[in-house]
């Protein structure tokens, strides 16, 4: 699977954007998906998570009611709207897959990763 991330840009404090990532191959609904953000000198960490078939999704709990995670297993694309953004949301964001049905957490247990949309929120 490969996955290219896009979305990212520039944006103040309280407003939105929608990151997409787009998936190569006839699989993709086979796959859990995840977005984690990084800063620099820091360790990749969690955002939000979504099941093959977006029976169910998991958030970090700062993003919870902000953000929301989404597919489209026909675009082979998932989303995230990410609404109210803060100075504290910028970080590259990457997007991952994981075979199988599992929410996970880590980004260590993902197989596959995107390249990574810059997502800055000035105050």
């Known amino acids: 699977v490969q996955l290219q991330a896009s979305g990212g840009g520039l944006v103040q404090a309280g407003g939105s954007l929608r990151l997409s990532c787009a998936a190569s191959g006839r699989t993709f609904s086979s796959y859990s998906m995840g977005w984690f953000r990084q800063t620099p000198g820091k360790e990749r960490k969690f955002v939000a998570a979504?099941?093959?078939?977006?029976?169910?999704?998991y958030y970090t709990d700062s993003v919870k009611g902000r953000f929301t995670i989404s597919r489209d297993n026909d675009e082979n694309t998932v989303y995230l709207q990410m609404n109210n953004l803060k100075p504290e949301d910028t970080a590259v964001y990457y997007c991952?897959?994981?075979?199988?049905?599992?929410?996970?957490?880590?980004?260590?247990?993902?197989?596959?990763w995107g390249q990574g949309t810059l997502v800055t929120v000035s105050s």
């Open positions: 979504i099941t093959p078939r977006a029976i169910y999704t």
């Open positions: 991952a897959a994981d075979f199988g049905a599992t929410l996970k957490f880590i980004a260590g247990e993902y197989d596959y």
